[in-house]
């Protein structure tokens, strides 16, 4: 079976069960209740493991294919602390490296994105090409004897699928990033996002990672925290698939019913792809719909202490908007940013500070909650998993 008959696949099967538990009134649940330690959300020993052990060897998803989708294109970005250049070249792939200069290690490129065939380092004009190689050495003949060849950027492991693009920022790393895949990327290709605009971005900032990734899984606040903008009969029960550490969250959704008497083929892919699919450690992505069909991907990163952190929100259309339609996207745009700024984010900081008070020794997810029990359990996993042994953990059949 190819990569989209698997997604097509499970995206059916899930609508399935989905439309069974909306008609039976039921929900599948976790097996009990799991406590979390509430030092896990502000100790720092614990936050430089994760420093360390997740985001400095995962691999991380840095940019969308429609951010260079041509020969020359790139994307200068920090990762972790790590400057990186994720490149375009002339055949059409993607390479990433350190954005690092060979000569004496200044930063190559300013963040952001360009069209260009040579990265030159502002600091004493030392050239590299999209492929990382080194090609030019200003006044070489004054510097000495080199060997260009073994002073490329240097390069870090990189991937593209599903319209997306994975980079480890780690150059040693040997994870293999399609293992870490786990086949997610067989059902976010039925996104299509390779051809996808990317409308607009934004930084909003939060509180400590975990916080804010319990909330992409949580749909349990919805018609809670989010009563005055999403209102109070959203859907708050909760479905979890999981790829490896990856996962949907979905409700069981009646609207698919009535699409259990059509044939497959009849059934429209916005129903199919409805909820938010998470990447660990750090991606959100959500449907919405204005101004025409569109998603916010979310990227996640810690930031300088463990009570930090910032999101780069991505607002991203299946079609570059029309005048009319851009007016709306535009507003859904700033809704998005209102809700999870002033609602998501703005809870989130009030509990990381009454945890580290320490008058809560534990927080609970219920039975309902069972994907951030496995977001947990999973970022456990990996923490307590040593290098030679991390490409299996995503290959075993427990993942």
């Not at 976010?188 to 992409?216: C, E, T």
Request: glycine content about 8%; hydrophobic content about 35%; aromatic content about 10%.
């Amino acid at each position: 079976m190819s990569n989209t008959e698997s997604g097509i696949a499970q995206l059916r099967s899930m609508a399935r069960e989905s439309a069974a538990h909306a008609e039976a009134g039921t929900l599948p649940l976790a097996d009990s209740i799991v406590e979390i330690a509430s030092e896990h959300y502000y100790d720092e020993q614990r936050w430089k493991l994760e420093m360390d052990r997740v985001f400095r060897r995962i691999p991380l998803m840095l940019a969308a294919t429609c951010e260079l989708p041509n020969p020359g294109d790139y994307k200068s970005t920090t990762a972790v602390g790590l400057p990186i250049i994720i490149s375009r070249t002339e055949d059409g792939s993607v390479r990433a490296f350190a954005n690092i200069c060979a000569h004496r290690g200044a930063v190559v490129m300013p963040e952001g994105c360009g069209n260009t065939h040579r990265f030159t380092c502002p600091y004493h004009a030392w050239s590299y090409n999209p492929e990382g190689e080194l090609t030019g050495v200003f006044s070489a003949k004054d510097f000495g004897d080199l060997d260009k060849s073994k002073l490329g950027l240097r390069p870090l492991p990189v991937l593209e699928r599903s319209g997306l693009i994975w980079v480890i920022p780690n150059p040693d790393a040997e994870l293999d990033i399609a293992n870490f895949l786990s086949g997610y990327d067989a059902v976010l290709d039925q996104f299509n996002f390779a051809g996808w605009h990317m409308f607009s971005q934004r930084r909003v900032d939060g509180p400590n990672w975990k916080i804010a990734y319990d909330g992409y899984l949580d749909l349990y606040h919805l018609p809670i925290l989010h009563k005055d903008t999403f209102g109070s009969d959203f859907p708050h029960r909760a479905m979890y698939h999981s790829w490896g550490p990856h996962q949907r969250a979905s409700s069981p959704d009646p609207s698919l019913v009535p699409l259990m008497q059509k044939s497959e083929e009849e059934w429209p892919d916005s129903s199919l792809l409805t909820g938010v699919w998470t990447i660990f450690p750090h991606v959100s992505i959500a449907s919405f719909d204005g101004g025409g069909r569109g998603v916010m991907l979310s990227q996640l990163f810690p930031g300088e202490t463990p009570q930090e952190s910032y999101t780069i929100q991505n607002y991203m259309m299946e079609k570059p908007p029309s005048e009319e339609q851009e007016a709306a996207a535009t507003e859904q745009f700033e809704l998005l940013k209102y809700v999870v700024e002033t609602e998501d984010y703005a809870t989130g900081l009030l509990q990381q500070q009454a945890l580290m008070t320490g008058a809560r020794k534990t927080v609970m997810f219920g039975r309902n909650e069972g994907g951030g029990q496995n977001f947990h359990r999973w970022l456990d996993r990996i923490l307590s998993t040593e290098d030679a042994d991390l490409d299996a953990l995503f290959t075993s059949d427990e993942s």
